[in-house]
């Protein structure tokens, strides 16, 4: 006689996978300038404007404008980027008196002496990548900004001329490096400044990262 017949467990249907989610459009790099308006992607974090709108504050003057003219991007009415806490002002007084300058800087960055003292000095973005550095040197001579320039290269044939500039803000004439990682501000009483992007830091994503930067410092460049 049989026995009873065992009834086999029933057979579940798998479901299909659900698919994948759809992959996000590729982010833009940080040295890239979105909306064109002079400020790389990285500065519009830096100074709280929009990636995708040139005019952030929608005022008739481009975002990387206000910030090399020492504005807020995002103000509605004409502020002061340092007032706007996005940037603040750093003042080398470890150096000797006479020595002693003041520079806007990002506020979230960071400066500290170089290997040589407090007469050079590295400023250095959020992850303590060290981006500018500011050098004091003595021109023991006297000569004129752009005779000492040329000094630098006592006969080197071809030695590219700086570019001057008329002034910064505080009036202060300087010139600029051909390759555009240097400037030279001349002081009273033999001394001479440098502003420049760091020995790490002269690739050309950085450069074109921190470029509105660079020429901020410039700008808000004052001699004590």
């Known amino acids: 006689m049989l026995g009873p017949r065992r009834r086999g467990r029933p057979v579940r249907s798998l479901s299909p996978s659900p698919p994948p989610p759809p992959a996000l459009p590729p982010q833009p790099a940080l040295w890239e300038d979105t909306d064109r308006d002079g400020l790389s992607n990285a500065e519009e974090i830096l100074y709280r404007s929009e990636r995708n709108r040139p005019d952030t504050d929608r005022d008739g003057?481009?975002?990387?404008?206000?910030?090399?003219?020492?504005?807020?991007?995002?103000?509605?009415?004409?502020?002061?980027?340092?007032?706007?806490?996005?940037?603040?002002?750093?003042?080398?007084?470890?150096?000797?008196?006479?020595?002693?300058?003041?520079?806007?800087?990002?506020t979230a960055w960071g400066t500290t002496p170089g290997a040589e003292g407090p007469r050079v000095i590295s400023v250095s973005d959020q992850n303590n990548n060290r981006i500018f550095e500011i050098g004091v040197i003595e021109n023991i001579e006297g000569i004129p900004l752009s005779q000492w320039y040329r000094s630098q290269a006592p006969g080197a044939p071809g030695f590219p001329d700086a570019?001057?500039?008329?002034?910064?803000?505080?009036?202060?004439?300087?010139?600029?490096?051909?390759?555009?990682?240097?400037?030279?501000?001349?002081?009273?009483?033999?001394?001479?400044?440098?502003?420049?992007?760091?020995?790490?830091?002269?690739?050309?994503?950085?450069?074109a990262q921190y470029k509105t930067t660079f020429e901020m410092m410039l700008n808000s460049f004052k001699i004590r």
């Open 61 to 106: 003057f481009l975002d990387g404008h206000e910030v090399v003219n020492l504005y807020n991007p995002s103000g509605i009415a004409p502020e002061r980027i340092e007032d706007a806490g996005l940037a603040r002002r750093f003042v080398n007084e470890l150096a000797e008196l006479k020595f002693a300058y003041e520079a806007l800087i990002p």
């Open 163 to 207: 570019t001057p500039w008329l002034s910064n803000k505080f009036g202060l004439p300087g010139l600029m490096a051909p390759d555009r990682t240097k400037a030279y501000f001349a002081g009273q009483g033999g001394v001479i400044y440098t502003v420049a992007y760091g020995e790490g830091a002269r690739d050309s994503q950085t450069m």
